[in-house]
């Protein structure tokens, strides 16, 4: 692979950024003085069970067997919507981390005050969005060990899930299922470009509402087998055990993802 | 590290040279009424902010300058025997490794892994040592800080073998330093914590972010064609090596089994410390900043030079069940990389020779 120049590739990545930029949403309501607040928590399943770590006990749809030993992603703008079109947006921080490894980072108390009232659903984006997605803006762990090589794009991995898969009988395969800034490549193999891979959530089912200085606690439930088996059936001998400089394997995966989360709870 | 022995030569040349500190000038800090003067870490930038330094240890100008004094001083011991200091194993010209991998204490026992280099330890979080064991998650108090580094290196067998008797005494009666532990800690009264914390005041200021490459990114230099090709192999699935070396420390300051053997058995791997099965073998990922200096390499030192390191990962590879899921390429021995891509690759590290830290007049001898 030839290098591309940094300054030339950061202003393909802006041309991809300014080209999936999103109809915006219609401006939020006026907040009013009466608001409660919001505690997500994160939990990790596989088909509605607790997920076991280090353990090959999990078969895919295409009939990998497989492991799961770290879970890392971002998620970022999350938005509450009201039935009238209207919206409020977690705005206090508009990113968080998880480390199914960091216990502390499977508890996110947002810090807004959030309007009383009733919400009929909640989404947000899987990842960071290109023109949130700087590199350097985390210099402190463990943010900082998710940094996206800036010749791949940069800025942060969306997703980290590492573990291992078998390949064959007495065969153990490594797998890095990392989502993030994608590339288009030349024929010759040199990056021409980069792709904005992070997409939007709509949790279903996240109908609430919250009363004046109301705590809501919500949780957020990554089913893991969801990356592997709809709408595309992951082979791992097919889309690959790497995939970062693989951007049909990531725009699978990311189809794969949007059903991936559901709530737990609302409490 | 060096082993002195006991001879009735040493003695002699030990007390000779105390003798002949004892006229050393003072060093000259200054002193306010409101106590020793504040030292404020330069952060370079894209650095961590989140910074390693205790409540009950903050980093002042007197503070950091006592540790200087110490770190180099061969009397700190409080033995007749040795001259040992930590600078004796800790070389300067060496990123403050010893460069020949194993060291040996002052009774000529053998470190139980070979030396890591003392770069930028004041943004690590993740737990010091090989394994990770002083942290501040460790239940044993005494076990958290660079402070307990700083006094597990005074007091071990295969280190300098002193205790905190000998250690204070000899330091209280030494007539530069009581006036100094007055200034950096307001008694002149020297106690064995207070040298440990000046020391580890020092080892927080020895910061590390002058490469080439760091004048790269500053836009101050450029690199050539090799050692651009080198940093897309580190930065890409090609080498993978961003992973566990990524960042602007050029380590996560994780803890990896890279794939080096397949029969674990020491007992201070990183499973000694979690007693997670998956941790068996796994080490810190050491910083690559001025890699060319801190050879042998891997907690062994099995590998002697950068090459033979690079040929490991391109295809020396060791299966075993507890080898970390980054190490994608296990199956295939490594990365495979061929001779010129080695040589590039080998070619970008040699970026991250910082002169300027080694060569840093506030790091050097003050003696």
């Known amino acids: ?267 | 590290m060096k082993l002195f022995k006991y001879s009735f030569l040493s003695l002699v040349l030990c007390l000779a040279i105390v003798s002949c500190k004892k006229d050393e000038p003072i060093p000259t800090t200054t002193v306010t009424n409101d106590g020793p003067t504040p030292y404020v870490i330069q952060i370079p930038k894209f650095f961590p902010t989140i910074l390693n330094i205790p409540a009950d240890n903050p980093m002042t100008v007197e503070g950091i300058e006592l540790g200087r004094y110490l770190f180099y001083d061969g009397r700190l011991t409080g033995k007749v025997d040795t001259l040992m200091s930590c600078a004796t194993c800790h070389h300067i010209d060496k990123s403050f490794e010893n460069g020949i991998g194993y060291g040996y204490g002052v009774t000529g026992i053998q470190t139980p892994h070979v030396m890591l280099p003392m770069i930028n330890l004041v943004f690590n979080s993740s737990g010091y040592f090989w394994n990770g064991k002083i942290s501040a998650s460790n239940p044993n108090e005494h076990n958290r800080t660079l402070e307990d580094v700083v006094y597990l290196g005074l007091t071990a067998p295969h280190e300098l073998h002193s205790d905190s008797v000998s250690c204070k005494n000899a330091i209280q009666n030494i007539p530069m330093y009581p006036p100094m532990f007055k200034k950096a800690f307001g008694s002149d009264v020297v106690t064995f914590k207070n040298i440990a914390k000046a020391i580890a005041q020092f080892v927080r200021t020895l910061i590390s972010a002058d490469s080439k490459f760091d004048r790269y990114l500053r836009g101050e230099a450029q690199l050539n064609a090799s050692e651009l090709k080198g940093y897309m192999i580190f930065n890409t699935e090609k080498g993978d090596c961003f992973h566990c070396h990524g960042t602007v420390l050029f380590t996560t300051n994780q803890f990896y089994n890279n794939a080096t053997d397949s029969v674990f058995n020491d007992p201070r791997d990183r499973f000694a410390i979690t007693g997670d099965p998956k941790d068996h073998g796994a080490y810190k990922a050491t910083t690559l900043r001025n890699i060319e200096l801190t050879g042998p390499y891997m907690r062994d030192g099995r590998f002697a030079t950068l090459d033979q390191v690079i040929n490991h990962y391109s295809e020396g590879l060791v299966w075993s069940p507890y080898v970390h899921p980054l190490m994608k390429k296990i199956n295939d021995g490594g990365i495979q990389l061929t001779p010129t891509e080695k040589a590039d690759l080998k070619a970008f590290l040699h970026t991250l020779m910082d002169s300027t830290f080694i060569t840093n007049p506030a790091f050097k001898n003050p003696f």
């Open chain 1, 1 to 267: 692979m030839k290098n591309l120049s940094i300054i030339s590739l950061f202003f393909i990545g802006l041309l991809f950024a300014s080209c999936d930029k999103e109809t915006p949403l219609p401006d939020p309501q006026p907040q009013p003085s009466n608001t409660g607040s919001i505690v997500f928590k994160f939990a990790h399943n596989v088909n509605g069970l607790a997920l076991v770590k280090d353990s090959m006990m999990y078969t895919n749809t295409a009939g990998n067997k497989y492991e799961i030993n770290e879970i890392k992603y971002f998620i970022s703008d999350v938005i509450l919507h009201n039935a009238n079109g209207t919206y409020y947006s977690i705005s206090n921080t508009d990113k968080h981390y998880v480390d199914n490894d960091i216990a502390s980072t499977l508890t996110w108390n947002v810090g807004d005050n959030i309007p009383e009232g009733s919400y009929d659903s909640i989404t947000f984006t899987f990842g960071i969005t290109m023109a949130k997605n700087i590199s350097n803006m985390f210099v402190n762990a463990p943010e900082i060990y998710m940094a996206w090589p800036e010749p791949l794009g940069g800025g942060y991995h969306y997703l980290m899930m590492n573990g291992k898969w078998e390949k064959a009988v007495d065969t153990i395969n490594n797998f890095n299922f990392h989502i993030g800034i994608g590339q288009t490549y030349d024929g010759l193999g040199n990056i021409i470009g980069f792709v904005d891979n992070a997409f939007k959530v709509k949790l279903p089912a996240s109908a609430f509402s919250i009363s004046t200085s109301q705590t809501r606690v919500i949780q957020i439930v990554m089913n893991i087998e969801s990356w592997f088996n709809s709408p595309i059936v992951w082979d791992f001998n097919i889309q690959g055990e790497n995939i970062m400089q693989s951007q049909s394997a990531m725009s699978d995966a990311c189809k794969n993802g949007a059903d991936a989360f559901s709530i737990g709870y609302i409490n």
